[in-house]
């Protein structure tokens, strides 16, 4: 008797763990990426024990993807760059922003505002930081605005701390010392 309880037993539980090929082939798939996720995150990047670059969010994705692995803020980030005596001169913040690692490029997008240590501030909807060029740029719409002027134009370029910057296709209203344009007049 004991025999037949013991038969049908083990009848049940080889039955019970039989599992299709396509469920096999599932568990046994490599993912192609993996992503943590961090909320509220502040990341310190420093030089030779000095803080240079201060970068806050809501939410913060490492996503580590075979070709390109990045990270990203879905919900908007926070950019401050400090001087040797931990001063910000600028801050950038935008609504959504993706770093590459790779190509060292981060991609900030929607409601993107770029403050420099003049008081300029850059308004765009895409803004690219090309950190191997040291170099940042649009080739959408831009809109620049000073104490006393605002310019416009289609296309943009600066180095990364945004003091030296050309605007293509410029326009808008620009302040001119009639001095500077004819001297001697």
Not at 11 to 40: A, G, M
Not at 88 to 112: G, H, P
Not at 157 to 163: C, G, L, P, R
């Amino acid at each position: 008797m004991n025999w037949i309880i013991l038969a049908v037993f083990f009848s049940l539980v080889f039955l019970s763990c039989v599992n299709s090929q396509d469920e096999i082939r599932r568990l046994n798939e490599i993912p192609d990426h993996t992503t943590q996720t961090i909320q509220d995150v502040e990341i310190i990047h420093s030089d030779s024990a000095k803080v240079k670059v201060r970068i806050t969010g809501p939410i913060f994705n490492n996503v580590q993807v075979v070709e390109e692995p990045y990270i990203e803020f879905p919900n908007g980030v926070l950019v401050e760059f400090y001087d040797d005596n931990l001063n910000i001169y600028s801050k950038l913040k935008a609504d959504y922003a993706i770093k590459y690692d790779k190509k060292e490029e981060t991609i900030f997008r929607n409601n993107v505002e770029f403050k420099n240590i003049d008081n300029e501030t850059l308004i765009t909807d895409e803004l690219i930081w090309d950190q191997n060029k040291k170099r940042i740029y649009s080739d959408g719409f831009v809109s620049i605005r000073t104490e006393e002027e605002e310019l416009t134009g289609e296309g943009f370029e600066a180095d990364e701390d945004f003091t030296n910057y050309r605007i293509r296709n410029l326009r808008g209203k620009i302040k001119v010392n009639k001095d500077e344009i004819n001297p001697g007049l």
